[in-house]
C-alpha cells in the first residue's frame, strides 16, 4: 500500500482493502462470477469465456490470487481455480456489519 501508510490500520482493514481493491476491475468481476457459476474451471476454461488474451487473464487471476478472493491447484499442466469462500464470507461479513449500523442509524444528509 505504500503512501497510505497501511500500518495505521489495523491488519482487518488492510486485508479487506487488498480484496476490495483486487475486485475493483470488471475483468476480476467477471472472473468471479464465471467461477461460481462453474464452481471451479481451468484457465483456458477462462480464456474461452471472456474476451480477452490469455496473458491478461492470467495477470487477473494472479491479482485474484494474491488477495486471497481465489485458491488455485495444479492439475497436471494446468491451474484449477474456485473462490475461497472464506474470503467472502469475511466481505460479506464486513458490508453486512455496515448495512446494519447503518439500518440504525438516522440519516443526516
Avoid: W
Avoid at 482493502?17 to 464452481?39: N, Q, T
Avoid at 474451471?41 to 490470487?65: F, M, R, Y
Avoid at 488477495?67 to 481455480?81: F, T
Amino acid at each position: 500500500m505504500g503512501a497510505t501508510k497501511s500500518q495505521h490500520f489495523t491488519d482487518k482493514q488492510n486485508s479487506i482493502a487488498v480484496m476490495i481493491k483486487a475486485l475493483g476491475h470488471p475483468a476480476r468481476i467477471a472472473i468471479i462470477e464465471y467461477l461460481i457459476k462453474v464452481d471451479s474451471c481451468i484457465c483456458g476454461d477462462i480464456v474461452n469465456e471472456l474476451p480477452l488474451a490469455q496473458p491478461t487473464i492470467s495477470q487477473h487471476l494472479k491479482e485474484l490470487k494474491n488477495a486471497g478472493l481465489i485458491k488455485g491447484n495444479i492439475n497436471g499442466n494446468a491451474i484449477c481455480y474456485c473462490i475461497d469462500e472464506k474470503a467472502i464470507q469475511k466481505l460479506q461479513n464486513y458490508f453486512g456489519n455496515i448495512s446494519k449500523k447503518l439500518e440504525n442509524k438516522n440519516n443526516c444528509c
